[in-house]
Every structure is written in structure tokens, then in C-alpha cells.
């Protein structure tokens, strides 16, 4: 599938293989944060309701990816900013969580260009999560 398509009404959706697959990938996800060292530090700033956080991810992710809006049926409305301006995000934190999102999506069956599609888009939200926190922390 060319590259072009994603982000066009549910094509991205679809691509990751509907809601199951978005739940595959997001398990694997945290799988990966709670399991390697390397993640340790953000992994820590999770509450441990496990079942709960990944519920939430993956409601997300359906609905950015222009599948249905599960997220805000069930849980309401979100500013991914905003819910994460209790953190403190740099530089650092961003790229860890990106890159804990690049092996778990390595362990999907997804096309090439579909992963690189998906981690320049969440690089978008990871970013804007790294500013609101940064700008918050300015007196
Ligand atoms: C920039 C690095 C990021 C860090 C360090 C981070 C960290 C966290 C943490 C600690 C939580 C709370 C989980 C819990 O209480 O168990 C959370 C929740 C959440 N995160 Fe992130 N996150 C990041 C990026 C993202 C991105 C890019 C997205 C979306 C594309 C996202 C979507 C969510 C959602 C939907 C929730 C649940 C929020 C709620 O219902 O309150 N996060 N994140």
C-alpha cells in the first residue's frame, strides 16, 4: 500500500489491522516499556492499572487513526497535551517513548511504510506533549 494513502478516512485504521491489531500493537507497547531498562523512567510515571492504561491507548490510537472514536465513547473528551501536562516531558522522555513505540511497532506485521507513516505522525503529539510541559515549567 503506497504511502500517499494513510491519514485518508479510516485507510490507517484498517492498515493496522482494525481494533484488534491496535490492541496487539499497543500490549506489545507496553510490554516493551515495563520490560526493558531502557524505558524504566517513564514506565515508572504509569500507574500500574495496566488493563485501564492500555484500554486508554488503544481507544486512542483507534480513533486518531480514523477508526471509530472509542476513546471519547467511553471515556469522554481529551487533549492529549493537557492529560500529560502533570509530567515532566524533555527531550528525553519523548524519544524514549517514540522509540519504545518503533520496537513494538517492529513486532507487527505492518508494511515498512506504514511504520514510518505512523512514527512521523505520533512524533507530531509527542512533541506538542514535550512543549506544553516544557512551556508549564517557565515562571
Ligand atoms: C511524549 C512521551 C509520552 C509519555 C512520557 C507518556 C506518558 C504517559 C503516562 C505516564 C500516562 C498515564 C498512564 C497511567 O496513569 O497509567 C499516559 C497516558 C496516556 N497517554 Fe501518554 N505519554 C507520551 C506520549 C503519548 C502520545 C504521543 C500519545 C498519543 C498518540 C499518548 C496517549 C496517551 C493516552 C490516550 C493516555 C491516557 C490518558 C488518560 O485517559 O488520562 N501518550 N501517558
Avoid at 506489545?28 to 485501564?52: C, L, Q
Avoid at 507487527?108 to 507530531?124: I, M, N, T
Amino acid at each position: 500500500m503506497p504511502a500517499a494513502i494513510y491519514g485518508h478516512q479510516d485507510t490507517t485504521f484498517q492498515s493496522c489491522g482494525g481494533e484488534a491489531g491496535i490492541r496487539a500493537l499497543v500490549h506489545d507497547f507496553y510490554n516493551m516499556m515495563s520490560g526493558d531498562p531502557a524505558y524504566a523512567r517513564i514506565w515508572s510515571w504509569h500507574t500500574k492499572e495496566r488493563r485501564v492504561t492500555e484500554d486508554k491507548l488503544a481507544c486512542f490510537l483507534c480513533g486518531w487513526m480514523g477508526g471509530p472514536r472509542l476513546y471519547q465513547e467511553k471515556y469522554g473528551r481529551i487533549s492529549i497535551p493537557s492529560s500529560h501536562q502533570h509530567l515532566s516531558v524533555t527531550e528525553q522522555e519523548r524519544d524514549m517513548w517514540l522509540s519504545c513505540m518503533a520496537s513494538a511497532l517492529a513486532l507487527q506485521d505492518y508494511p515498512e511504510d506504514l511504520v514510518s507513516y505512523l512514527l512521523v505522525e505520533l512524533a507530531k503529539p509527542a512533541e506538542a506533549i514535550r512543549r506544553t510541559s516544557q512551556e508549564q515549567k517557565v515562571p
